[in-house]
């Protein structure tokens, strides 16, 4: 619900606009911005009723909230609403449905399955109410959060293709039929009439890697008619990342659907200082009328899950007949050549480097050992080959193992972080031993690194990619701007010290230098503190009909 009404005094307002930023006082009343009083402007200077509180804001910048565009907080606004992992970095509003892989819309026979398989990303607590179904009564349970109290952030959702593509026809390795390509089209209608704001796809996972080019853009179809975008992970961001990203803009052109890229990365050394072509690819596109964003993180290893390595075939039917070819001995050898000798597809075509890929949590807690060691490590303690030990870490943990691989390159972050169609996304698990600190860091370490201490952007050019630009992608015309009238999503940060806490070691340390965070006026972040505060709701995409 909206907060209640308070005084910023003296705040160095950084809008979101990308303008030059300036001194000024911001009321905030029943969750909106009231008339913003210039340093020097004309008339008095606002002063708090009785009962109204006054926050001293010299030496800090009031920015608008920042929107993750890629998070994986599917379960954990469900199980930990006061989410302070996002609220104190800022975030106030983020985007679900992820990778082509969530939880609605599902069936009885659907969700087990999902949550087997999600469960390296985003835990399986046993204790959640499982009930809904559609993507409406998933954005339901969002508004009411676990105890009928709300959550501290805001929270949009984009139907995941690869869960259509479950509940219509399980994880097989085949084209859809007409009749059942139909269906998925009814179904991602149905979830945007319910508010969500797109269609995310994962196609380098299964099931959604099983989609032909035809498939996508019969779905992209849909979604344009109803102004929705496409968010895709693409189907390689290693070997043939040129080639993903070419197809992921041709559909685009084709569909007449809008394009957010995710996680947009060039990976592996095969890609090394070549971001250069992806911005070409991207600008010939934008010149061409497609409507492309893209987001990234400030970080260089990516995250994910180590069956996620696995060839696509090798998952097919789900995580139960992917746990059976793990123990024949036929399929363990094409396993394996296509993992050290071809380069599997879920490697993104590059033959696997088990000196990068590092365990960062595990489902089973007989295995915690494994947490923090690379696959060569493991197996060098194990004194077996590293494929043998992948694979049994695989077997031992029931597919539920997370890593982190380290196969970023530092010139392309920046240079892609540079365009002007970036935003910034997280792409943060929360769950593991050790997760990948840009959960917890994304957006300080934008801030305090690659502004403040690289000066790879400005302040108020990094803010509006971190505000107005997912903003205006999420067709919200009210957020992302400190502008009267909008809604007060703020942040207070201190320029000159905000930085990430999280580091690889302690991946669950918050952010220094951000103060306070609002969500609709209510504080979630007091003096460096969670409030508890649980305003956030679903953020709905208002349509009308396909």
């Known amino acids: 619900m909206p ?7 003296g705040a160095l307002v950084v809008d979101g606009s990308g303008g030059v930023p300036y001194r000024a006082d911001v009321p905030v009343r029943d969750g909106r911005i009231g008339a913003i009083h210039r340093e020097g402007g004309s008339g008095p200077r606002p002063t708090a009723p009785p009962g109204v509180r006054t926050v001293d804001a010299d030496g800090l910048a009031l920015t608008p909230g920042f929107v993750d565009m890629h998070a994986h907080s599917d379960l954990a606004l469900l199980t930990d609403p006061a989410h302070q992992a996002k609220a104190a970095q800022g975030v106030t509003l983020e985007v679900l449905g992820q990778d082509g892989l969530s939880y609605a819309p599902v069936d009885g026979s659907t969700l087990p ?81 319910e508010g969500a704001v797109g269609l995310s796809a994962g196609l380098s996972y299964s099931p959604g890697m099983y989609a032909g080019t035809d498939e996508l853009l019969a779905l992209c179809r849909t979604v ?62 934008l010149a061409d009328g497609v409507d492309l964003t893209l987001d990234s993180y400030p970080y260089l290893p990516g995250s994910t899950t180590l069956a996620a390595l696995l060839p696509g075939w090798a998952a097919a039917g789900g995580p139960e007949q992917t746990l059976a070819r793990l123990a024949d001995p036929a399929a363990l050898a094409a396993i394996r050549t296509a993992l ?112 403040r201490e690289e000066g790879v952007l400005g302040l108020a050019e990094c803010v509006e990619h971190l505000s107005a630009r997912p903003a205006r992608r999420l067709r919200l015309p009210d957020r992302g701007l400190v502008r009267t009238g909008h809604r007060a ?34 504080p ?4 460096h503190r969670r409030t508890g505060a649980t305003p956030g709701r679903s953020v709905r995409r208002v349509v009308s009909s396909a």
């Open 340 to 451: 050290e000798q071809q380069g599997s597809d879920g490697c993104h075509g590059v033959v696997a480097d088990w000196d990068t890929v590092q365990v960062s949590g595990v489902r089973n807690p007989e295995l915690r050992s494994a947490v923090g060691l690379t696959i060569s490590q493991l197996a060098h303690r194990e004194r077996m080959e590293p494929f043998a030990a992948y694979i049994g870490l695989l077997r031992d943990d029931g597919l539920g193992t997370t890593i982190l691989q380290h196969v970023g390159d530092e010139q392309n972050v920046r240079t892609i972080m540079r365009h002007p169609a970036h935003t910034g996304g997280s792409d943060g698990l929360l769950t593991g031993d050790r997760p990948h600190p840009r959960a917890w860091g994304t957006f300080p370490r934008y801030l305090g690194h690659y502004v």
């Open 113 to 193: 399955g999902l949550r087997r398989q999600l469960a390296g990303w985003n835990g399986d607590p046993d204790a959640l109410d499982w009930s809904w179904r559609s993507v409406g009564d998933y954005l339901d349970r969002l508004d009411a959060g676990p105890d009928g109290e709300g959550i501290a952030v805001n929270a949009a959702y984009l139907v995941p293709h690869g869960t259509l593509r479950a509940l219509v026809l399980g994880w097989q390795d085949r084209p859809a039929t007409p009749a059942e390509l139909a269906r998925m089209q009814k179904e991602l209608a149905r979830g945007l009439t």
């Open 524 to 527: 979630v972040i007091d003096d």
């Open 224 to 285: 344009a008619a109803f102004d929705g975008y496409f968010s895709p992970h693409h189907r390689s961001y290693g070997a043939h990342a040129l080639e993903a990203y070419a197809e992921m803009t041709d559909l685009a052109r084709r569909s007449g659907c809008a394009l957010h890229l995710a996680h947009a990365t060039m990976n592996f050394q095969v890609n090394a200082g070549r971001a250069g072509e992806l911005t070409a690819l991207l600008d010939a596109a």
């Open 3 to 9: 907060g209640g009404s308070l005084l910023i005094r």
């Open 489 to 522: 999503d703020l942040v207070l940060l201190d320029p000159d010290t905000v930085a990430a806490g999280a580091s690889y070691p302690q991946p669950r340390t918050p952010p220094v230098g951000i103060p306070f965070v609002l969500v609709d006026g209510a």
